[in-house]
């Protein structure tokens, strides 16, 4: 969301950790799977950081929590892992496992356009004055 309100400036993993109070540290892997990813492209150097490599209308929400979260289940068993004695049986996994499709079939009807349609108030809370 802070790349998408600032798409005319080059960001900072500092800037983005500052406004949201997180590690950099952390911020920094998520900065480099997103570069991998192509959703983010990252400069080198002095004045270097990054930026959107995509307009915010052609990020799915859907398609970016599929590639971040992966295809991790909400519980172990989700995915057949696991120890839990009733999982040969178990009529939850296949309700969990419907559910996370259903989550993400929602996630597919927005981009990252429309968490920044209010630009000003996003603006005011996320930009440093």
Known sequence: MYLALNQDHVVTIANIADTYKISENHLTKVVHYL????????????????????????????????????????????NGEGDCCIMSVCRLIAILNESQQALYHVFDKYTLADLVVDKFSLSQILTPS
Do not use: H, W
Request: charged share 25%; net charge positive.
């Open 35 to 78: 570069g991998q990813q192509a959703y983010i492209k990252t400069i080198r150097g002095k004045g270097g950081g990054m930026r959107l490599n995509k307009t915010p209308t052609e990020i799915s929400l859907g398609d970016l929590f599929r590639k971040t979260e992966g295809k991790a289940g909400l519980l172990p068993c989700v």
